[in-house]
């Protein structure tokens, strides 16, 4: 099964809203990536995390918050948000960073 | 800096017009290509990946090949149900440190497939 999961589908939050989405794999697999994706474009790698532990930052601003509890799951939480941030975030997973990596469905973000 | 580059950006087929689709690429050593298959609204379907040239992979309608500047999907036969959009990624061999599990996009193809 190369299933990942990404809870809720749909977003829609005002710009002073807190709120976070939820990622979760019962693969194994060690790296676990947060990306955005924007309406014909491709997606844009915002975090990764291996061995849980935070391996990239892609200069992300710090109204972007990603959390790995542990192995399966991995958080973004959300705060101050602004209407361009309004997109489809995706997560992904991959064995470890060297792997093709297994997306989910995504949840799209909407900022008011 | 690693570079994608694919083409077209739009492709119209007629079911069972058989066609490629192209990515162009050019990267500080290559770890690794990878295809996918994107709906709209819904997140990347992993199909292939390619490690070095000359290999060929294949998957009901399609197959992946690889040379050392540029991947080729071929589509045989086409049908409705493949219009998506086709994704190529690459991944450097020396992606670590702060690249570590990058990939680099191209801007995909959009494929439609006619009835």
């Known amino acids: 099964d190369t299933e990942v999961t990404q809870t809720p589908k749909h977003l829609v939050m005002g710009m002073t809203n807190k709120k976070s989405l939820k990622c979760e794999q019962h693969?194994?697999?060690?790296?676990m990536y947060w990306y955005k994706q924007k309406a014909k474009k491709p997606p844009e790698l915002m975090f990764v995390y291996s061995y849980e532990k935070l391996s990239i930052n892609e200069s992300v601003p710090s109204r972007f918050s990603p959390e790995c509890p542990n192995s399966s799951l991995l958080n973004l939480h959300l705060h101050a948000l602004q209407p361009e941030d309004s997109a489809l975030y995706l997560c992904?997973?991959?064995?470890?960073?060297?792997?093709?990596?297994?997306f989910g469905p995504g949840t799209r973000l909407t900022v008011t | 800096e690693d570079q994608v580059t694919q083409s077209p950006e739009a492709l119209r087929l007629q079911e069972g017009e058989s066609s490629s689709l192209n990515c162009s690429y050019t990267v500080s050593g290559l770890r690794g290509l990878f295809w996918y298959r994107q709906d709209p609204g819904k997140g990347p379907e992993f199909l292939f990946t390619?490690?070095?040239a000359g290999e060929e992979k294949e998957k009901e309608r399609l197959k992946a090949t690889l040379t050392k500047k540029e991947s080729f999907l071929h589509i045989t036969a086409p049908k409705p149900e493949d219009s998506a959009t086709y994704l190529c990624?690459?991944?450097?061999?020396?992606?670590?440190?702060?690249?570590?599990?990058?990939?680099?996009f191209g801007q995909g193809t959009i494929l439609t497939v006619h009835p």
């Open positions: 390619l490690y070095s």
């Open positions: 992904a997973s991959s064995f470890s960073a060297y792997y093709e990596q297994y």
């Open positions: 693969m194994g697999h060690r790296a």
């Open positions: 990624a690459v991944q450097a061999a020396n992606a670590g440190g702060t690249s570590y599990g990058k990939l680099t």
